[in-house]
């Protein structure tokens, strides 16, 4: 991976590590020095054997631990079906200046933060990705999927709250 490619922070960490000072030769002398001074004995191999039934049953109890474990995390998933278009629903229009984007998409309350559920189509300039989206009245937390990376819109209002740990943006829809 090229240095160009890299993201900010993680180039910030490679350029920090490549200011660090090479060590100077009296100092790795030393080090050298002080290890040969060192014995080191090697330490007996442990070694672990078990009963082929013994590592069956170990297998199937951890699988059986894992397969619990999913289950219980997905029954505590909390489904809020996706928003619909109904009767009283506002046509809502999102949009997003990112013309460098290869692929957007809408994510929010109204879909389940469902990242494929609302794919946005790039505007005849080229600059800019549209939705329309049919809304019941109410307060709607939302963000913006650009290859592959949450980010908030920038032209409303920012969500008290970070939703996955990344900035969202609010839509209010009024009643008719």
């Known amino acids: 991976m090229r240095d160009d490619e890299l993201p900010p922070s993680l180039k910030d960490a490679v350029d920090v590590l490549r200011d660090v000072p090479e060590p100077s030769a009296e100092w790795t002398s030393s080090l050298l020095d002080a290890a040969a001074s060192q014995s080191f004995e090697p330490r007996a191999a442990t070694r672990w054997s078990f009963r082929p039934a013994m590592a069956i049953a170990a297998s199937l109890a951890f699988v059986a631990l894992g ?28 949009s997003l ?22 794919p946005m189509r790039r505007s005849a300039s080229g600059d800019t ?48």
């Open 67 to 94: 397969a619990a474990a999913t289950y219980s995390l997905m029954s505590r998933r909390i489904e809020r079906p996706p928003v619909v278009a109904s009767a009283g629903a506002q046509h809502v229009r999102f």
């Open 97 to 118: 200046v990112a013309p460098s984007a290869v692929h957007v998409t809408l994510v929010g309350d109204f879909n389940g933060w469902n990242p494929a559920g609302l």
């Open 129 to 176: 990705w549209e939705v329309e989206v049919g809304l019941a009245p109410g307060r709607y937390t939302y963000a913006f999927v650009v290859d592959g990376r949450l980010a908030r819109d920038p032209s409303a209002a920012e969500a008290a709250h970070d939703d996955f740990g990344a900035p969202s943006s609010v839509v209010l829809v009024k009643g008719s």
